[in-house]
């Protein structure tokens, strides 16, 4: 013991300096801008902004509307986050306040077949198919003016039979069953119709309300007492139950750190135009993927099957190239 104690004595300079040059490349490993650039790309940043859809819209021009969110489009980044072995956590970043209950449900069902660590942002509106979508993810956080909620359903619309009766034009039904017409703008909806549209209505609201209930964990009958279709306040909402916590951008990175136990900062564009700009040379898959999933999906399509063909503005993309490769040894 004597002896161990002398040794250590007669070294300790060079042990001390030994656990300094340790101390320094953990921390280089851990915080250095390379290794935040690996961090932030484990994380896939997808938006939900404006109605969700299920299929493209054109502005009259023939140009893409890109104010929508299309179901499709999200299932796509959906499998390719997954595919993707450095991606580790998936955040969903909505603010919409809802579309087709179709597009809802189906992007509710990509999200429950994920593996991986998810979460929702609600940046502002987080309703209807909008906040349906958040609530099948791991975690919600939301701003504290974010509008939450509107569970439910509906089909209203303007008829304009009494303008056209007005203008003197006739709507004349010419079809094979008389519920074809059938929520025709042109005609008033009758009594038997406006009980099968609102039975649909019900039916979906019913749907909506159960897959709530269970993606939050919560008694159906409060769920459906909530389901009056008006929105509630991030602090009403997380009193509630429909949220885990009022944040931002800073709050999941935080949350995401502890979860995957590495420090995350993720990957935030300017904006989704600006995005889609900085992506276009490499891949034209949609305005919301991140450098490092862009990267994956370049060397995908173009057939790369060695790292160092891996090229790019980005270190994210580079990384995203190398991990399609590594993957598809």
């Not at 306040?97 to 189906?106: F, H, L, P, T, V």
């Not at 359903?153 to 303007?158: A, I, L, P």
């Not at 006739?170 to 017409?181: A, C, P």
């Amino acid at each position: 013991m004597i002896k161990f104690m002398q040794i250590l004595k007669q070294y300790k300079y060079i042990i001390i300096l030994g656990i300094l040059v340790l101390g320094s490349a953990f921390y280089w490993f851990e915080y250095s801008p390379q290794q935040n650039r690996k961090n932030c790309s484990s994380v896939s940043i997808i938006y939900i902004t404006g109605d969700i859809a299920s299929s493209q819209r054109y502005n009259d021009d023939g140009s893409i509307y890109k104010g929508d969110t299309v179901a499709l489009d999200v299932i796509s980044q959906i499998r390719k986050a997954e595919k993707d072995k450095g991606v580790k956590a998936i955040v969903f970043a909505i603010d919409s306040s809802g579309g087709d209950a179709q597009s809802g449900i189906e992007i509710s069902r990509a999200i429950k077949e994920i593996k991986k660590t998810t979460v929702a942002l609600i940046r502002g509106q987080g309703q209807s198919a909008g906040y349906e979508i958040a609530s099948t993810t791991g975690r919600i956080f939301a701003l504290e003016t974010s509008n939450i909620g509107a569970i439910g359903s509906t089909m209203s619309y303007v008829d304009n039979a009494k303008q056209n009766e007005a203008n003197g034009l006739t709507f004349n039904q010419l079809s094979s069953g008389k519920y074809k017409d059938m929520g025709n703008t042109d005609k008033l909806l009758t009594y038997d119709e406006r009980k099968i549209v609102m039975a649909m209505v019900n039916e979906f609201a019913n749907i909506f309300i159960e897959e709530v209930a269970e993606n939050r964990n919560l008694p159906i009958e409060k769920v459906r007492l909530l389901a009056d279709g008006a929105t509630l306040t991030a602090s009403k909402a997380l009193k509630e139950g429909l949220i885990d916590e009022i944040g931002s951008f800073a709050d999941v990175d935080r949350y995401l750190s502890k979860i995957l136990n590495r420090n995350i900062e993720m990957c935030i564009p300017v904006s989704k135009m600006e995005e889609n700009k900085e992506y276009n040379d490499y891949d034209n898959t949609n305005a919301y993927c991140s450098e490092h999933e862009a990267g994956y999906s370049w060397a995908e399509k173009n057939f790369i099957d060695d790292p160092e063909k891996c090229e790019g503005n980005s270190q994210s993309f580079i990384e995203g190239c190398i991990s399609y490769v590594e993957e598809n040894k």
